[in-house]
């Protein structure tokens, strides 16, 4: 397991993004802000208060949960979050539903996932 620095905008009681289960990849990301109502075909945009210090030669990922997609149409595009940047996690949601959605404060929105990454050396032919 490999030791990441995070700062967490917070109140006092909020806790370091956990994963499910042992073997999870990724580890919830969650609503600060307030309750969102989403309407069918809208967007809005979700804070974690989530900062994170990637070591060289790593990424992260945004990615939704796949049973918000299942069950209530909501959709999280994945987004890449790289190695440099030090601004809060902030998630996309698309309703594709037809109905309204509404995203409560401390509800589980999205999945963070890190991974090693390549870079190419391109090599034209």
Do not use: F
């Amino acid at each position: 397991m490999r030791k990441i620095k995070i700062k967490i905008q917070l109140e006092a009681d909020r806790s370091l993004p956990g994963y499910q289960t042992k073997d999870a990849a990724g580890c919830d990301l969650i609503n600060i802000g307030e309750t969102i109502k989403l309407y069918p075909l809208d967007r809005a945009v979700i804070n974690t208060g989530v900062h994170i210090q990637l070591p060289e030669g790593y990424e992260a990922q945004v990615r939704g949960r796949s049973g918000l997609n299942r069950d209530y149409g909501i959709v999280v595009p994945t987004g890449t979050i790289d190695a440099d940047y030090r601004g809060e996690i902030r998630v996309v949601v698309y309703n594709l539903s037809r109905e309204p959605y509404i995203i409560e404060e401390g509800e589980r929105i999205a999945q963070l996932v890190i991974c090693p990454v390549v870079q190419a050396d391109w090599q034209q032919v």
